[in-house]
């Protein structure tokens, strides 16, 4: 005969499992939402920047190192 303890152990083991089981899933759903908020935000950055560069001429730099300022005097 299983006596008292036993079966309350048994079916504390249980809730444990299947409170980790549930813990583990709600880990999965919060990282599967994240990816796709990221992977959204970087496309919208890669569109914005297309956009924005497509939009503005670029300035010519001066002759000579590339990004250097042209200075009078």
Do not use: E
């Amino acid at each position: 005969m299983i006596t008292h303890t036993t079966i309350h152990a048994q079916a504390r083991m249980a809730d444990l499992h299947d409170q980790a089981r549930r813990d583990a899933l709600a880990r999965a759903a919060r990282r599967a939402r994240r990816a796709r908020r990221q992977h959204t935000r970087r496309r919208a950055a890669a569109l914005l920047a297309a956009l924005t560069q497509a939009g503005v001429p670029r300035r010519k730099t001066a002759v000579g190192t590339p990004g250097t300022v042209m200075r009078d005097g």
